[in-house]
């Protein structure tokens, strides 16, 4: 026991004077525990005779008592081995987020295929103060990861179906956190942030019980066809992007003013001017996070969105709690794959509808049934 205790003593003494632990000293370190305590349990006569095994048949009292106390070593030694993995991954953290300053911004930038203009300082202020006060907010970044694992694969489809930038994406990641739920002070709602006007004008119903904005699927096409249209108009992604924050009347505006439509070069409202920078950054991140200091295992991240969507013609309201019930599945799993409907029923009319994905056969079952029963009485 005196063995063991030193062994820890000197392992502590690595962790503090060297600042993190070597896994090849550790592995050693746990191995020559072992066979030291398998050392002192062995027959010292087995030892002289080169075995490293028990021998005696019919052990003393003495022998069955190093035995029991073998054991409740190797079960120490084991939780030693957990402890000591465990306190490694700590310090393995601790080493991967240095200081802010050690974190410098990449010599070139683009967004959407068009380059950041850095060689300007004050472009380069910019971008930096943007970059610092995102990784400073370790938290949040963390929080975009595991958010983005989950939408960003749909997200990513549609860019490639319609020959969009990749870099779009990181439009959510500035407007809403990627928060399904989130709504503005101006009234902006979704992942997206569509103000009601522009979300019709987009496709978005609002009103009868359902505002469509919560639709991440319909959302996002109705976002990546107004960047599009954008970028039709203004010819350059920070222009669209700036429009898409601004509204596109106010750039513009700017643009025939100022006489420019270099949107690094335009006066604009402070949260529009910062607003390219904060997807720059969001990309600089996202695209290398251990670069900056940001790890997570697989199993940290969360789950993927996956749904069966189903479109559904409704001639009279539908409750959400039967559909459920006769799904074999909660009320509030249902609601929350579908925060576009407010009520507790799917209001009479056309409607795509999210469902847990491989249950599209079991709702179909419930559906026909129940527009039978509707239809008979």
Not at 3 to 25: A, P
Not at 262 to 279: C, S
Not at 293 to 299: A, I, Q, S, V
Request: glycine content about 6%.
């Amino acid at each position: 026991m005196r063995v063991y205790g030193d062994m820890w003593y000197l392992l502590e003494m690595q962790v503090l004077t060297s600042g993190g632990i070597d896994m090849t000293r550790m592995i050693s370190f746990l191995l020559l525990v072992g066979f030291c305590l398998a050392g002192c349990a062995t027959d010292p006569a087995a030892r002289k005779r080169g075995e490293g095994t028990m021998t005696q048949v019919n052990p003393s009292p003495s022998d069955e008592s190093m035995a029991a106390q073998l054991r409740s070593l190797e079960r120490s030694v084991s939780l030693l081995r957990s402890e000591v993995m465990d306190l490694g991954e700590r310090v393995k953290r601790i080493q991967a987020h240095p200081p802010l300053t050690v974190h410098k911004l990449p010599e070139a930038v683009s967004i959407c295929g068009e380059r950041v203009p850095l060689e300007d300082r004050k472009i380069w202020e910019n971008l930096d103060q943007e970059f610092l006060v995102t990784l400073g907010s370790e938290a949040q970044v963390l929080l975009w990861m595991k958010r983005a694992r989950r939408y960003f694969p749909h997200i990513e489809k549609r860019l490639k179906d319609l020959f969009l930038p990749d870099d779009l994406k990181y439009v959510t990641i500035t407007e809403s956190s990627l928060r399904p739920y989130a709504v503005s002070s101006s009234g902006a709602a979704g992942v997206w942030q569509f103000i009601p006007a522009t979300g019709e004008r987009f496709g978005m119903r609002g009103s009868g019980g359902i505002d469509e904005r919560f639709d991440f699927f319909k959302a996002t096409e109705g976002a990546l066809a107004y960047l599009k249209s954008l970028y039709e108009e203004f010819k350059s992604w920070p222009l669209a992007m700036a429009a898409y924050n601004a509204g596109e009347n106010r750039i513009r505006r700017e643009i025939v003013s100022q006489r420019t439509r270099d949107y690094f070069f335009l006066d604009l409202p402070l949260e529009t001017e910062r607003y390219v920078y904060k997807i720059t950054v969001a990309k600089i991140i996202l695209s290398n996070p251990e670069r900056y200091g940001f790890y997570l295992d697989e199993r940290e991240f969360y789950d993927p969105l996956q749904v069966d969507r189903v479109q559904i013609e409704l001639p009279m309201p539908l409750p959400i709690v039967d559909m459920a019930a006769a799904m074999g599945r909660y009320y509030k799993e249902l609601k929350e794959m579908n925060p576009h409907f407010s009520g507790e029923s799917i209001p009479a009319g056309t409607h795509f509808l999210n469902l847990p994905f491989g249950t599209s056969e079991l709702f179909w079952t419930f559906f026909n049934n129940w527009k039978k029963d509707f239809n008979s009485r």
